[in-house]
C-alpha cells in the first residue's frame, strides 16, 4: 500500500497523509512510517476529527466527543493530500473528511486511501487505493485492529454486530 | 462505538443543579473548539440551521460578544436583540416576548436579565433551548465555566487547588457559578472583600471566609478579582473607591507577600485602579485574555452540548456512526 501510495501521488515532496480520527489516524501513521522507510525523505503527516462535519448531529442524543483535527504545519494549501482511514464502508465519513479539508485550505489533489472497502456504499464516493476489499453483509461488523490501540494489528469480522459496546 | 458525552438536559439555566461529571464533560469538549479559533477558516457546519436568538435584557458587550462569535464559528443563525428599541420597552412581557421569537421558529435562546430566576422562568415555558447568560445575582454559568477551564489550564488540575474569589460576592452571579462549579470540582474556595458585600450564611456553601485580603493571598493558588460595580459606592455598600482599593484592591506590593505565584482572573470589564492595579492586570500571572478566549470555545461546547437530537432519538440513531 505504502508503494502504491507514492506511486499514485508522485514522490513524497507534495505529499501529506491526513488520517481520519481514531484508527485512520493509525493506519495513516504505520503508512507514514513505511514510506519514509522506503524513500528515505520526511513525509508530511496530519489528521482529521470529522464529528463536526458528520451528517448525523441532528439525531444523534448524546453527542459524541469530539477530537482535535492536526494539519501538518506546512498547510495543505497545493498539496497532495491521501486521505487514510481503517473501513470504507457508506462514504459518509469520506464525505465529512472531504468537506473539513476543503475548510483547512485548497489542495492541489486529494486521494482517498483506505485499508478495506467493505462495499455498502450509500454516497457515490470511491477510493483510489484499496488494501483489501472485503464483501461483508449488512449486519457484520468489521474491526480493524491497530498496534497503538489495541496492542496489535488486525482484520476482524464480527458476526453479528453487538447492540452496545 | 463512538464514545458520546452524557446529556445534561435541555438548558443551562446553571452549574448549580450540574454534577461534577457533567462539568467537567463540558470542558473537556471545550479542548477541541479552542482549535476552531486558531483556523484559518474559523467556522465548522455543526449547527447550521439552527437559529439562535441573544436576548440581552441588560447591557453586555464581552458576554453577548462571545456568544455570538461561538454561534457563528458554529454556523449557526443569529439574531440580537437588545431591550433598547425593542418591544420590552413598549411594555411587553418576558413570556409574551419569549413566545413571539418561538413563532418565529427558532431553536435556542441566550439570555441575559436583570432578575433572578428569569432564566428557569423562561425555559419551563418554552420548548427551545435556553441558556443562562446571567440573571440578576443567581448564576452566569458560561462565565464560570470560562473560569474554570482557565484555572484547569493553568495549574493542571481543579481538584485541591485553592481559589478565593475577591470582592462584591453579594450581588455577583459570577461569583456563585464560580462556588457551585469549583466545589464540585473538588477545589477548596474561599471568599474576601467587604463584609458589607458578603451573603449572609455563605459558609453554608462550604466556603473559607478571609476578613483581609493579605490572608487570602497567604492561602490561594488563584483569585478570582470581581469587579466592583460602581453604583454600588452610591448605595453605601463602599465608602468610596479609593478605600475600596486601599483594602481590597489586588496590587503588586500585596502579591509580593505571597508564598507562591498567584493566578489573578477577573470577569471583565476592569475597573483599573479600583479592585485591581493596572500591574497586576497587565502582569505575567494575569490570564484574564486567557479566560476571554475560552469563553468562547466553553460557549461553543454548550451549543454544541445543548443542541443535539431530543434524548429518546438516541436508541434509533446508534450504529450510524460506522464509517
Redesign the interface.
Known sequence: MAREVTERTGGTERLVLMG?HRRGDEIAALLHDEIEKAEGKPVALGSL?IT??RD??????????????TLPPEGIDDRVVVIV??????G???RAAL??LM???RPSKVYLCVLIDRGGRELPIQPDIVGRKVEVIGNR?IEVLVPALDGRLAVEIVKN?PA?? | ???????FGKDLIGLEPLTGDQIRAIL??A???K??SE???K????LRGKTIVNLFFEPSTRTRISFEFAEKR?SADTVNIQTAGSSVVKGETLVDTARNLEAMRIDMVVMRHSASGAARFLAERIPSNVINAGDGSHEHPTQGLLDLLTIRDNLGKIEGAKVCIVGDILHSRVARSNIYGLIKLGAEVAVCGPPTLQPVGIEELGVHIFNRVEEAIEWADALNVLRLQLERMQSGYVPSLREYNRLWGISTARLEHAPKELLILHPGPMNRGVEIDSDVADGEHSVILDQVTNGVAVRMAVL??LA????????????????
Open positions: 481520519i476529527d463536526l462535519y448525523d448531529l441532528g439525531t444523534v442524543g448524546p453527542r459524541p466527543l469530539i477530537g482535535e483535527s482511514d481503517d473501513v470504507l464502508y457508506t459518509r465519513t469520506a468537506n473539513e475548510d483547512w485550505g461488523k454486530l452496545e459496546k | 462505538m463512538t464514545p458520546t458525552v452524557a446529556h473537556d469538549t479542548e477541541p473548539f482549535e476552531i483556523r484559518r477558516i467556522k465548522v457546519p455543526v458554529l454544541y452540548l443535539g437530537g431530543a434524548p429518546e432519538k438516541a436508541e434509533s440513531a446508534k450504529g450510524g456512526a460506522e464509517s
